[in-house]
């Protein structure tokens, strides 16, 4: 199949996870464009049978805003038309599913390609819920062939918010290359961040409100009183600046690092004792997956699609949304029962092999896909 994928490109779960699939359904014998206003930030080196086309986006005196959702269906129209794409798969509802059908419409009576939309979570649980955008939002999803929601909380909420027809959004979880995220990785940087032999905590975001790292400072500084500990924060976003003024509010900036995006983030991951998630809501969390796969225990909120994810008391532990001191209880139980800690690791990698391991997802889109073809060929 030839297949072209649009997604965001920048630092984020919804970007990667896109990403992967494409990689991993060219390593499958099918043909991926991706389709964006630049390349993946996970998509590099070569990879047969991928191909990258650019949105471009003059500047007009006439447009005193960016006209990026028109760009993008101009350029799917035109590799549908150039490559004979057979399914537009994007990711996001909006803008991206809109501009998708935007962009079959004009083909205009020639066949154009059926559109498999994947709800990540804020398309529909902050833009989407806009009464500016909430009737475009279901106009999308409604007019997608196929429609995939990331966790069964995100179905729910699709289905609650938008009145869509709960059959037609189908789970299809997020997956991780468990080949790539594994224990013990080389290089490991442990030493680095625990020359004196510290526990390693680390976070991984986008340091947008929702996440709340400002807790995961305050529960580290919490464990920090019992275990010695070291807490690494990879990422960037606007809520960066509060975290290292919170650090240093607290007197443990100098035990927090600061790392900012980092593309190879399994090689920060396997190498840490305990990973931190404090969102105020997540529809699956991506970051905690690819913890529990390189076999580190989840200590994070019980909120949205996390517990799907994260199995309390076996590979982590959920406490209620802005229980820090019980977060910071949890670290220390882990950090500090190293039998515990054993059986939680193990517990974590198996989880994520059983059950998000790429291999056992991606069949579950090609089964889409085709049957996606099917309804068009008849």
Known sequence: MKIGITCYPTYGGSGAVATQLGISL???GHEIHFIS???PFRLSGFHERVYFHEVEMERYPLFEHSHYSLALAATIHDTALREGLDIVHVH????HATSAWIACEMLNGREAPPIVTTLHGTDVTLVGMHPSFRELTRFSIMRSQGVTAVSEF???????DFDVPAERVQVIPNFVDTELFKPDPGPCHRQVFAPAGEKVVTHVSNFRPVKRVTDVIDAYARIREEVAA???MVGDGPDRPRAAERARELGIARDVVFLGKHASVEELLGCADLFLLTSDSESFGLAALEALSCGVPVVGYRAGGLPEVVSHGENGMLVPVGAVDEAAAAGIRLLSDPEMAASFREDAREAAVE????DRVLPRYEDLYRAML???AE
């Open 26 to 28: 060219a390593a499958h």
């Open 37 to 39: 206003y630049a390349q």
């Open 92 to 95: 996001y509802a909006i803008p």
């Open 154 to 160: 995100l179905r729910d909420v699709t289905v609650r």
């Open 230 to 232: 070291r807490l690494v």
């Open 355 to 358: 059950r998000f391991a790429i």
């Open 374 to 376: 099917g309804q068009a």
